[in-house]
């Protein structure tokens, strides 16, 4: 009854509640962004890490930074986990976030925007000063309409930037500043007349070189080392120089800030209990994501891949199913297919989905297995595992909970039941 009642709410009456909403949150809080620096970052994939290492990059400047992501928060030196499995915390939380900033003397804040907050107006009453796009992949199709729809969604993002008034801080008038890869074709549609300040950036003329474990690359002719892999990360890297150079930070500095992160909670984290074997944990919920983390993996010293993975439900991209089952089958070896995030939707649906893409990659269902409790698909993956190989968990990162039917959490710690399998596992070997 009450899904009906909100199918027949016109649209704009709902736009009216969430504009009503955010306007309220700012104003109980005291508008808390108009007091500080604020960097919006968008796009398909990237944006956690980007957001991250962007808010420790610019801690070269000598003044505290805070962030707020999908998989975590800072406030100066204060870090935890994002415990809600949202993107953007809900408007007066993210509000009383940023106010809670402010009481900590915090100068330069990222905020991770995704387009679902976006259409729900949680950037609303949020001045941002400079917007980054990561890249644009088709993701969250059905809940925007297409993919035209979810564009202007993140596009929306880069025109309230544009519109908002220009802050006055320490005396210095703060210019709208977009910040672009200019990897991405539609990057082009995101710049506003408005904005002061266009920049792009290209991982490109890095000159990377891989390492097992991290990357080396030039940023305007400046050497860099980060233990990040791959070319994703250096892409996340380079847009977070690229904002620390907006603001006139030092790059060296904010080199060295970035080359002693070893990563985000979720993104490819690995996980160490003196195994003779890797496990790496990582978010990858999409075929571009997934690919990109294939990339580094397949570069790694390895004998077999064993990949544990699923897919969403809840009305998330049911197309996506068979092609994220298609990729595990022709890029490892060993295809677990599990539950991660069923919402309302069969479970076994979800994960039958996933397995006919494997299977028809593979030609066979040789080595392709459906385990329904995810902590059994762990458990068997690691237990599969021989020296030297590699074992991939994908879709859950850092999660705290499995979503499933009636607004149902089942909690959950990806990583801690990761190390239980290899201790069970060490202890018998």
Known sequence: MLYALKKNIPLSWVQAYHRCLSWCAAFVYGNPSEKMIVIGVTGTNGKTTTSY??????????????????????????????????TMRGRFALQKLLRDMVMADIKYVVVETSSQGIEQFRHAHINFDICVLTNLTPEHIEAHGGFENYKQAKIKLFSHMSRSKRKILDGKKIEKVAVLNSECVDAKDFIMPEIEKVLWYDARDSQRQDMEWGSEFTFKHISCRIQLPGKVNVENAYAALTVCDSLGISIEKAIAKLSHIRGVPGRFER?????????????????????????????????????????????????????????????????????????????????????????????????????????????????????????????KGSETAIMGPNGSRIPWNEVEIAREAIRAKMMYT
């Open 53 to 86: 290492i962007t808010a420790m990059a610019l801690e070269a400047s000598g003044f505290a930074t805070g962030c707020s992501t999908t998989a975590l928060f800072k406030i100066g030196d204060h870090i935890w986990i994002n415990e809600s499995k949202m």
């Open 271 to 395: 996980i160490e209990e003196g195994q003779y074997f890797s496990v790496i944990v990582d978010y990858a919920p999409e075929p571009a994501s997934l690919s990109a983390l294939y990339e580094v993996v397949k570069k790694m010293p390895h004998k077999k891949i064993i990949h544990v993975l699923g897919s969403c439900g809840g009305g998330r991209d049911v197309a996506r199913r068979s092609v994220m089952g298609r990729m595990a089958s022709e890029n490892t070896d060993m295809v677990i297919i599990t539950n991660e995030d069923p919402y309302d939707d069969d479970p076994v649906i979800i994960m039958e989905d996933v397995a006919r893409g494997a299977r028809q990659a593979r030609g066979s269902s040789e080595n392709i297995f459906i385990f329904p409790e995810r902590r059994d698909a762990i458990f068997e993956a690691v237990k599969c595992a021989q020296e030297g190989d590699i074992v991939l968990l994908t879709g």
